[in-house]
């Protein structure tokens, strides 16, 4: 009833920036909290930062003033703003989030994922 569609992934030099956008859609009464995941090969996938419908954020120690999260509560999307970015960050992106559709049935609910590379 509701999806996920990420965009803004890609090769990026280390010190770089990327924009990730993340946009819910489908029978939506209102999103809850968003968040960025991600997952490196090999890895559990981990959170990186998270955003309630209020505005409240919280970030993973490693992207502490390097990364931002923001939400556009009109248009159901989320962003995650990455600055200098690190060969370590280098991982696929996933975007989360806890959706109420209009049948008042809340879900939480995956992104197909995007795949975001720092390399020289």
């Known amino acids: 009833q509701v999806q996920l569609v990420e965009s803004g992934g890609g090769l990026v030099q280390p010190g770089g920036s990327l924009r990730l956008s993340c946009a819910a859609s489908?029978?939506?009464?209102?999103?809850?909290?968003m968040g960025w995941y991600r997952q490196a090969p090999g890895k559990q996938r981990k959170l990186v930062a998270a955003?309630?419908?209020?505005?409240?954020?919280n970030y993973e120690d490693s992207v502490k003033g390097r990364f931002t999260i923001s939400r556009d509560n009109a248009k159901n999307t989320v962003f995650l703003q990455m600055n200098s970015l690190k060969a370590e960050d280098t991982a696929v992106y996933y975007c989360?989030?806890?959706?109420?559709?209009?049948?008042?049935?809340?879900?939480?609910?995956w992104g197909q994922g995007t795949q975001v590379t720092v390399s020289s």
């Open positions: 989360n989030a806890d959706i109420t559709t209009t049948l008042i049935q809340t879900f939480n609910s």
């Open positions: 489908g029978r939506i009464f209102r999103v809850n909290a």
């Open positions: 955003i309630s419908s209020s505005g409240s954020t």
